[in-house]
């Protein structure tokens, strides 16, 4: 069920992974199983969440689908909203260092 981006979402879509500027095509609102990965990336098996204050409270459910997707062999990243909107050069750099490290570490089969 599609829902419209939040505008840290936008600015990190626009920004950095639209059209492929990372190297790899990137999805936004990727179903796996009963959730919705906010952008995923299926070369890597990498999903890159942009969390709000509603996950404040979320803990335990971002944990237990953190930990069910990594049983399917994905990698969650997760950027606060406030660092989207006010860092956006710190999370690419971070985001690509992690996408380098990912790229080096060997994937599951699928």
């Known amino acids: 069920m599609a829902r419209e981006?939040?505008?840290?979402?936008?600015?990190?879509?626009?920004?950095?992974?639209?059209?492929k500027k990372t190297g790899y095509k990137f999805i936004?609102?990727?179903?796996?199983?009963?959730?919705?990965?906010?952008?995923?990336?299926?070369?890597?098996?990498?999903?890159?969440?942009v969390d709000g204050h509603?996950?404040?409270?979320?803990?335990?459910?971002?944990?237990k689908r953190d930990q069910y997707l990594s049983a399917c062999g994905i990698k969650?990243?997760?950027?606060?909203n406030d660092e989207v909107l006010l860092h956006i050069n710190g999370v690419w750099e971070d985001l690509?260092?992690?996408?380098?490290e990912r790229k080096d570490t060997p994937l599951p089969p699928t």
């Open 5 to 19: 981006m939040t505008p840290a979402e936008k600015r990190l879509w626009f920004e950095v992974l639209s059209g």
């Open 28 to 49: 936004k609102q990727y179903v796996v199983h009963n959730y919705i990965l906010d952008f995923y990336c299926s070369a890597l098996l990498l999903a890159v969440e």
């Open 54 to 63: 509603s996950h404040d409270d979320r803990q335990e459910y971002d944990a």
């Open 76 to 80: 969650t990243i997760r950027y606060r």
């Open 96 to 100: 690509r260092r992690r996408m380098r």
